[in-house]
């Protein structure tokens, strides 16, 4: 029940490519994660909300996790996301998770239901003691609308439920405090950080976190990967640099107009992923919207600008 | 394909008991849906918010639902929850449903991921047609963190893909207006329209709306039925009575103290459900708070004052 | 100190006509008051949301006040809408409202500000203390961005310090259990209850409302005062029929496209005013956007559709 | 109508101390002035939000203004905030500012009313048309509840309308995002950017802000220019550690218990300056509630932790 390593590093958020049917893709998603392990990615996390973990059934979920753990072969920690409202359903698929292979497992706080501190400390403790794999806390609030409290991640931390935080709340003030909190208990070694905040990663490691999750990453990793380097290395004008340029790649997750958010980011990803040549084709899940013409020829401009195509 | 019957009055949004143990209490269950049928719900609604279903499994839900649709026994007819983020995932459980013999679905808006309107109807297109079964959307913000919008609703009865709207948004002034578009554009017999606002049920009725999905029915089903048989009889005055106990009663979503609303609210039914000798355990889902000594004392004077026991 | 009258009936919060250059339109307001007396007002609220009050200076608020006073000249009572972020400020809108001769001022929550609930009864206290005039609480969640809690209301009204509420929260469930509160403390008589529902005057009259303050009833006081009449009388089919008609209306506050709510709404209510003659131009305040061409036809539409024009 | 200096630098928000009969302590607010220039201040910001602005009458936002204008006499530029529901409102407030002697006027979006970009653009062209003083836009969303649009804050840079802006949206992602594309316009040197998140000046500093406006820096103000100076050196272990430090003293905003956030906010930064004798009474405005012996403990061991007492 110990924690493998301390997670660090480029840590992808796997897009989950399909076929024009519908169905997953596994011959692209082995290409992506070729194309994520040639970028520098230290760690693949499989099924979070850039995979479309919510439009997957739970057969599917196994279909891409068996396909990453295979093609991960060993030669990376893989991380799965058991993203469910709440702690049965969760350890659902933590099961499915394990048999899968993976190392590590991801999962929100409850969400559909109400939620309370107490509540999220037990839900999590649960979720640990029915599986048996390290646990990450995802704290996403705007998919699950409410903000995981950080003395309640800590408290989780200090008694061995949790061993880590995907933070994509985009809240660094929270962040700030989580940080310096966690030293002062001397949890640094028990309790790794990832932001999700693409567009932040430097402050983040400047601030301490241990690594970053990034959806823009599929597309870009090579160039998270130099962000990360660099700022370990303490060149901060060139981290900056790197990560001023995936802020303007960034740009893609707007190419859809009337589709939601998701649509939008996550067809845009899978755009630049198949104008690229890792996936062959962009379709998002059944009922999301199309980025349509305008949007590809959006994507395939900002490819062109980040030096890609 | 058809909607069997044009649902109206009192439809229970039926609880789950549990055993001490966790597990789903199928005779706790069989004497609600008798509690139930005694008390005058023209329908029963399981699987709904009520029911804990986002707490449940798959595996859960299908007992749940068997047990009930069992011991209706085709006195009236069953209407199954089918919660869950997407499409996909909503059609394994409408699946499950459809061979349990469920006569009605009842699907929320996508949650989790992001919604816009065109792809929410693209999401009750695609449960509608993968479903062999009516549909009902479930109107539920405080849950899923979008308002279904009443143009889209009408829409989708138009075209056949939805038979009504369980609406638990709390919004009146949403719902007048989708009751006025409802006749102006003669979708009155097509498309049913059940209030899931507890404490206006007769405001409701007044209003237009066809019925009345309310949690705390569980408790006083005959209180509820009342209210629907004084509103369509005309005594208006009888009608707010009889809701205005009902309110007061209300109060007992509020016993639990420093746990969540799901929390507080359900397990102040189910320790009423209790205490009234309808179901033998009061635990709620295993991650939520429970009322305590003092929560379960709030609870017997409300229902001392209200008539109950 | 004393509240001089229960307040009840039909209270519309009067629009503030405005020159083309800008400046309140006394002229136009007075035939306001006129159109409003002669549709069956039984009081008068200046200088509330529809009053464009956040858009007026302290200067403009005192003529809006006056030229109300001066053209009401004493045949129902004159409400003053003192809105402002915290006491201190809305005490000196108060002293104005004073002078003015307004009978009893509306004062919202704290905004801008955080609001915690005995901070909130505090500023109550000190604007009650203050002025010498009885005090409606103006509940608007949606300017304000928080909700009163009713037993707040409730205490304030048994120690004297508010009058009553206009409820323009929207929120139907509070409301029903301010109304069985408010019966069961024995402050019927003490604490006038409005809505600022206009969709929903029916529905808020059979639940035990005492008024309304519905801003369309600028367009259509009439409309209004009949609802008012017929639910009084008991006669709620016709009331329903009535509002079932001014909530088709309602749809003039959508005919603003790529503007504001506010520029929308309001826009649309002194579009209305202006084609029924009753005030010359149609002007919002100056940073809201205009209806245009297309919006004044849909308003024509709307009231030709209502028999107002 | 040029901007005069671009702004940069650490720019403390002024407390505004309050005698214990709560009239503004003009002497106290002389003696934080100094304070803050001995701290390295290189602008005074007064009437922002951490200056109870929102709870202030014109008559003493004048006293306040005039008595920072004179006490800071010329030895560095004063920023004046003028908040208010709308343009007509602000520009007595600017009016006002400018006759005080201030600087620079920094307002916020519209609130109370609905915004929308068109109208938020409109809003700040009319303060900057009718003051002869350069503008900052001063995004707020936690007390205004919208978030300024990054493209639209720029649009009104290149038309010379905003000088810049002071961020306290806490939205690091957009902060990002505004940088990137203020260098991709060439509008670096005619829009300052200053953060108002106190947590992360750092994080900002390394992403291309300009300086910081932290609440927490009338505590401690030689911090904060710390950081600054740091980070400008490109020193950003020390910026971190200096940074790290005064997140931990932060927590002296929580010291409050059952009151507003402002309350605890303010009465903690208020104690505090009292403790180390800056200002002669820790009073807020008069509604909001107090931090009591514990909360006064509390900010106590703090600032003893810190190294200030």
């Keep these: 029940m110990e924690v493998p390593v301390r997670l660090s590093g480029f840590v992808p958020p796997l ?73 049965p359903r969760v350890l659902e698929h933590a099961r499915d998770a394990a048999e899968a292979g993976a190392d590590v497992l991801v999962a929100t706080a409850p969400f559909y239901t109400g939620v309370h501190p107490g509540e999220t400390a037990e839900h999590y403790r649960r979720i640990r003691a029915g599986s048996g794999l390290p646990l990450l806390a995802y704290d996403i609030p705007s998919c699950v609308h409410s903000k995981l409290p950080g003395d309640v991640l800590l408290s989780l931390a200090a008694e061995g439920t949790l061993a880590g935080l995907k933070d994509s709340s985009g809240d660094t003030n929270a962040l700030r405090r989580l940080l310096v909190e966690r030293r002062r208990r001397g949890l640094e070694s028990a309790f790794s950080v990832l932001t999700g905040s693409e567009l932040t990663v430097d402050a983040a490691l400047l601030m301490g976190a241990d690594g970053v999750v990034a959806g ?44 939601s958010w998701t649509a939008s980011a996550i067809g845009g990803f899978k755009t630049a992923l198949r104008l690229l040549g890792v996936i062959d084709c962009a379709a998002t899940a059944p009922s999301l919207g199309a980025l349509g013409e305008e949007g590809e020829r959006a994507v395939r401009e900002l490819l062109v600008e980040a030096g890609l195509l």
Aim: hydrophobic residues 45%; glycine residues 12%.
């Design 15 to 87: 897009c989950t490519p399909f076929t024009a049917g519908g169905d997953v893709d596994t011959g692209s998603l082995r290409r992506l994660v070729e194309h994520l392990l040639a970028g520098g990615a230290s760690a693949l996390f499989a099924l979070g909300t850039s995979g479309e973990a919510a439009h997957l059934t739970a057969g599917q979920r196994r279909t891409v996790l068996r396909t990453v753990v295979e093609a991960a072969d060993g030669r990376v920690p893989v991380l799965a996301g058991v993203i469910d409202m709440t702690a």
């Design 216 to 259: 823009l990453g599929n597309v870009d990793p090579a160039g998270y990967a130099r962000v990360y380097r660099q700022a370990r290395a303490g060149r901060w004008d060139a981290a900056v640099a790197e990560q001023d340029r995936l802020a303007r790649l960034f740009a893609l997750v707007e190419a859809g107009k009337g589709v």
